[in-house]
């Protein structure tokens, strides 16, 4: 009988012994980030040592979605195949409209690819924070995120009520249409996107003309870093809309998911409780 336990005893001990082993044979990957988006979620789920270098748009105010202090903390590349080789990440990291001879070239170096798109809605964006979490060998600080993202669309919801039409107006008269996330939030924080009911889709174009002749309840300018927010907003034409509420939206709460969802929907909040 003690012979037994003395055997299952050293079976047990050989096991503790081998998890470690099997941990150091598989050490978490290192990755290189071609997309703004994600980097933003990297940047928070990943190792910073696992971050070799992040897009290029993120260390620029003007297409950063991530605090440039901290985008500033990695490498950064132009997206060139050589820069990547020359950093030999276990895996690549980008967008889906990586260029058809990137890809190939990447294949072709043996470097691993993959291909995030544009998330369109909430669960979407938390699905893709799972999905990076868990390449970069981290899933558990992706349900971090994605609680945080769960508090904030909890705190936000717009309470009952008509929706108030609004319109995301960016630099140069551009407009935010249906099947976007930003228009998905709106919903969610008791908006309507007018733009849409115009007829017009993502990125169409609105004139200061056609804006004035059936403005909405609300006008979100987000212009760029050189002040084209300001201009949208303080053009003398638009002061005579007195029932129009006109509030700069950071044009960084547009483009990207993740950690950019609860900024945008604090600022929707806000946006909300000064119409109402």
């Not at 789920?45 to 297409?63: E, F, K, N, R, W």
């Not at 971090?144 to 630099?171: D, F, H």
């Not at 909405?216 to 927010?229: D, K, M, Q, T």
Request: aromatic share 2%; proline share 8%; charged share 15%.
């Amino acid at each position: 009988m003690v012979k037994g336990w003395g055997s299952l005893l050293a079976l047990v001990l050989a096991g503790c012994t081998a998890a470690p082993a099997r941990e150091a044979a598989s050490p978490l990957p290192t990755i290189v980030s071609l997309n703004p988006c994600t980097d933003a979620i990297l940047a928070e789920v990943a190792d910073p040592a696992q971050l070799l270098a992040i897009s290029h748009y993120s260390q620029d105010p003007a297409g950063s979605s991530m605090d440039l202090a901290k985008a500033r903390q990695f490498g950064a590349t132009g997206g060139s195949v050589e820069e990547v080789l020359a950093l030999k990440p276990d895996l690549v990291i980008d967008g889906n409209f990586t260029p058809p001879a990137t890809r190939a070239a990447l294949e072709r170096l043996g470097l691993k690819l993959e291909q995030i798109p544009i998330a369109a809605t909430v669960p979407d964006s938390m699905a893709q924070v799972r999905r990076l979490a868990a390449l970069a060998g981290h899933p558990e600080r992706g349900e971090v995120l994605v609680r945080r993202i769960e508090a904030a669309l909890s705190s936000s919801k717009a309470p009952g009520g008509t929706p108030i039409p609004a319109i995301v107006w960016q630099g140069g008269g551009i407009v935010a249409g249906e099947g976007t996330l930003i228009t998905a939030l709106l919903t969610h924080t008791g908006f309507t996107n007018a733009a849409a009911a115009r007829g017009l889709a993502q990125a169409s174009h609105l004139p200061l003309e056609a804006m004035l002749a059936r403005p909405p309840r609300v006008i979100l300018a987000a212009g760029n870093s050189h002040g084209e927010e300001d201009r949208l907003l303080s053009h003398p034409a638009l002061a005579g809309l007195k029932g129009t509420t006109r509030a700069p939206l950071e044009p960084a709460l547009l483009w990207c998911g993740g950690p950019t969802i609860p900024k945008t929907l604090a600022r929707l909040a806000d946006v909300r409780r000064q119409v109402q």
